[in-house]
């Protein structure tokens, strides 16, 4: 027919199209992760300096003007800009969080983008949703994912928005009213009775009842999961994902193969250096950065007692048994030992030294009755040399003990080493000053 297609292939350059919310998500974890260098948020410079200044574990702060609570906490992969305020006891994950915006107490947001002058009060529970600008968020409200809130939304309090909700502050007009002069007034059992805001409609959706489940896709590029056909079977599932595993498929894809490699290691006796081979080709695999590596490996060398005994259990025909949590140490010591020059591979320095106390905190959070060990634990790494007592000490003083989840309760558990440890180091002063 005569039609031609061209395309340029970068290859020296970071490039993605935005066109969906999906997308806009993806690229902002891609940002955020540091894959677009050099176009990273702490290279950016306005007219007073640089927009943010970057921390360990993919955490941008702003220079000047943020105000955080000692008992919030920053976990990977989020940015906070300047004015913003930051209540007691609130956890922000995987998120972006704009100018002069305040959040309050008891308040959990993940995977979010809240823009400029966005309130979130207490006791709020947000995921996987878009917030624009003046949205105000009252309390004990749950926004749950693939819902977005245009300008000056208002919701709540004591509600909750359903899956792909769709809100701005104005109603939608088609010209035909019957009274022009007449203002509609919001749905409280939609926004709550102090919010104002209005279901969206796109402009080309038609009016037929059956569109409504495409409206959520129409904006987030692809359903959420209460909408997805129930009918559809597995086959086309695996057809419609292919190609489009996100970071985080990927990252479960590396663990389970790791754990594969690991228990295969116990099994069969593999060595160490042909463990670190299957590691690091699956690393290439998935595209895993080596922050992720030691967290994952860390972690699932602390889980291998308890994936030996569930996979043991799985051919009985018996569910297994967890392990008591002596019984999960004396295992334990076993799996560190044979796992020990797989460990001292990838733990060399102080930013890897942190990256393995993350998987410390990551199984600590999935298996929190067996947080008793975490002493142990520090002290045959501090032991073996794999940790440093500088690192110990940093990781411990990151958090107070007051903190909620498991970064206060895995702090909790190291508190009795950490005293030996900062004992131990007076003590060697104190005898250097004598000697002297």
């Given amino acids: 027919m005569g039609n031609s297609i061209y395309a340029h292939i970068s290859d ?51 220079t000047t003007g943020l105000q955080l609570s000692r008992s919030c906490v920053l976990e990977p992969s989020t940015f906070v800009g300047s004015g913003t305020k930051i209540g007691d006891n609130t956890v922000v994950a995987n998120s972006v969080i704009g100018r002069n915006c305040t959040i309050g107490r008891n308040v959990h947001l993940r995977n979010v983008y809240l823009w400029d002058n966005v309130v979130v009060e207490d006791d709020c529970h947000l995921q996987q949703c878009l917030l624009a600008t003046g949205v105000v968020i009252k309390r004990n409200v749950t926004v749950t ?33 019957d009274e022009p002069g007449q203002v509609e007034e919001c749905d409280p059992s939609l926004v709550g009775k102090e919010g104002h805001g209005f279901l969206c409609r796109p402009e080309d959706e038609d009016d037929d009842e059956d569109d409504d489940a495409a409206l959520p896709e129409d904006v987030w590029g692809r359903p959420p999961p209460s909408l997805e056909d129930e009918d559809s079977g597995p086959e086309e599932d695996d ?25 295969r290691g116990v099994e069969e006796n593999v060595k160490c250096d042909n463990l670190i081979l299957e590691i690091n080709s699956s690393r290439y695999a998935y595209n895993i950065a080596m922050r992720g590596v030691i967290a994952v490996v860390t972690r699932v060398v602390l889980e291998m007692p308890l994936l030996l005994v569930t996979s043991t259990g799985s ?13 999960y140490g004396r295992k334990l ?59 110990i000490i940093h990781w411990f003083q990151e958090h107070s003990l007051s903190t909620p989840g498991p ?30």
């Fill in 12 to 62: 020296n350059c970071y490039a993605a199209s935005a066109c969906n919310l999906v997308m806009y998500d993806a690229v902002s974890q891609d940002v955020l992760q540091r894959w677009s260098h050099p176009q990273v948020p702490d290279l950016f410079v306005e007219e007073n300096g640089p927009l943010c200044v970057y921390h360990r574990h993919n955490i941008y702060k702003p």
């Fill in 407 to 436: 970064a206060g309760l895995v702090r909790k558990a190291a508190a009795k080493f950490v005293q030996w440890l900062q004992e131990a180091e007076e003590e060697s002063d104190e005898s250097e000053e004598e000697s002297d």
């Fill in 333 to 391: 010591r076993e799996c560190l030992a044979q796992f020990r020059a797989l460990l001292l591979n990838y733990v060399r320095d102080p930013e890897s030294m942190a990256d393995c106390l993350l998987g410390l905190e990551e199984f600590v959070a999935l298996h929190e009755q067996y947080s008793t060990a975490v002493g142990g634990i520090l002290k045959w790494m501090y032991d073996q040399e794999l940790l440093s007592e500088e690192s």
């Fill in 145 to 177: 994912p693939g819902c977005v809130l245009s300008f000056e939304v208002r919701v709540g309090p004591d509600i909750k928005l359903k899956e792909g909700t769709l809100l701005q502050s104005t109603p939608d007009t088609d010209g035909f009213e």
């Fill in 315 to 327: 051919g009985g025909g018996e569910a297994a048994t967890q392990p008591s949590a002596a019984e």
């Fill in 239 to 263: 057809l419609s994902s292919v190609g489009t595993t996100s970071p985080v498929d990927d990252t479960k894809l590396f663990y389970n193969e790791v754990v594969e490699s690991l228990q």
